[in-house]
């Protein structure tokens, strides 16, 4: 489901846009049918899917048929068809766990390194990462949804004269929404929202598309110098890509927990060879599901992921997490990095003593622990579990797995 999510998404899209524009030429049920499907299934599979559902209710509003009270009726009605599967999946998230979301709203705007990413990210659409006029393409950036939103205030004015808006222009109305969604999202609800190329596919699809379409009304000579111009771009960037993003992916923390470091961690290779029945706990579940298709229980976070706050319900999944390791043999692999940030973690010491924790051995990406009564399990000296502050080559699973027998 997570493989076909941002084609999905990117699909739902690109139905969406054209539908609208469809409607606004030459309205009918059809093509309204279709419109909301889109914008529902996009809605349900990336949180920025419901971009796409308002930016069409907003455009019935503003460019269709009909005075004002039936431009907004109609709107409404769409936007409610399209958002309802979204609506309905949140109450059953309220009945089912007592909470819509885990995101509260907040106040966390995005720093300079945040923004400095979106740039970089931008420019490795059309070259290398990380070019030094990261900052000027930011400029460029702000100053072209700048302009967008300029534009689309005027064209609110002018919606009634001027008729219903061009692909090219509902694009830039689509790409400035998005943007804006994204970053405000960033800025109330999700402290831990990247802005990478992933998050912003959407505005690259949506400009292709708006570059394309304005090209096709072109004179046939310059059609021909415009379609030359973006083909070289396209192959551009595909060059550059292969180039050198994707040798260089495996090593690089983009790859997330697909990376080279990862499937090489001594500690996974130390859990894949425990016993099935050992509970295995870790700040790190979703590596050690991919690598070794075990499920861990998740340690409980000391802030919160999304605000960046104090983790409000520690103490409540803590418990939790004890009643469910009550009478189980398990161990604890808490990683450094487990996440891409560079600041290496700390175990708390509340959640050391709450859980009985005891060291059992050191490799050079984690602790291995063992919990409550397991540790009685572990009776005999830990010189041969060698605790080693520099990754073994060999790790000592044997001699550990001794001590759960």
């Not at 705007?109 to 070259?127: E, N, S």
């Amino acid at each position: 489901a997570r493989l076909l999510s941002e084609p999905l998404a990117l699909l739902s899209l690109a139905v969406v846009l054209a539908a609208t524009h469809s409607y606004l030429a030459r309205p009918r049920g059809r093509t309204v049918a279709v419109l909301v499907v889109a914008a529902a299934v996009g809605g349900l599979t990336r949180f920025p899917g419901v971009v796409p559902a308002v930016c069409a209710a907003l455009a019935i509003a503003m460019w269709s048929t009909g005075d004002v009270r039936r431009r907004l009726t109609r709107a409404g009605v769409v936007l409610a068809a399209a958002l309802l599967p979204l609506g309905a999946w949140l109450m059953r998230n309220a009945v089912v766990s007592g909470q819509a979301s885990d995101r509260r709203v907040g106040l966390h705007p995005p720093g300079a390194a945040v923004w400095r990413q979106a740039a970089d990210k931008t420019l490795a659409w059309v070259g290398p990462h990380h070019l030094p006029w990261a900052t000027v393409t930011l400029l460029v950036v702000v100053a072209l949804l700048l302009w967008a939103a300029r534009a689309s205030w005027q064209a609110r004015h002018l919606a009634l004269a001027a008729g219903p808006p061009s692909l090219p222009a509902l694009c830039v109305m689509f790409a400035a929404a998005y943007a804006l969604f994204v970053v405000a999202v960033r800025s109330l609800l999700d402290n831990n929202l990247s802005f990478g190329s992933r998050m912003f596919l959407p505005v690259l699809l949506l400009a292709t598309i708006a570059v394309t379409s304005a090209a096709a009304t072109l004179p046939s000579w310059r059609r021909a110098w415009v379609g030359a111009l973006c083909t070289g771009v396209l192959v551009w960037s595909a060059v550059v890509l292969v180039a050198t993003n994707i040798p260089r992916f495996p090593r690089s923390i983009s790859a997330g927990y697909a990376a080279s470091a990862w499937r090489a961690s001594p500690t996974i290779a130390f859990l894949a060879k425990l016993d099935r029945d050992v509970a295995i706990v870790s700040n790190a579940p979703d590596p050690i599901w991919l690598h070794i298709r075990r499920t861990p229980l998740f340690l409980p976070l000391g802030r919160d992921l999304f605000s960046g706050g104090p983790n409000q319900h520690y103490d409540e999944q803590l418990s939790a997490l004890q009643r469910a390791l009550r009478g189980q043999r398990a161990i604890v692999a808490f990683f450094d990095h487990p996440t891409r940030s560079p600041k290496q973690r700390v175990l708390g010491v509340k959640l050391r003593n709450a859980l009985g924790l005891t060291p059992l051995a050191r490799y050079r990406d984690a602790t291995v622990y063992s919990v409550g009564a397991a540790s009685a399990v572990v009776s005999r000296p830990l010189q041969d579990a060698r605790w080693a502050p520099i990754n073994p080559p060999k790790p000592p699973v044997r001699a550990i797995l001794e001590r759960f027998d």
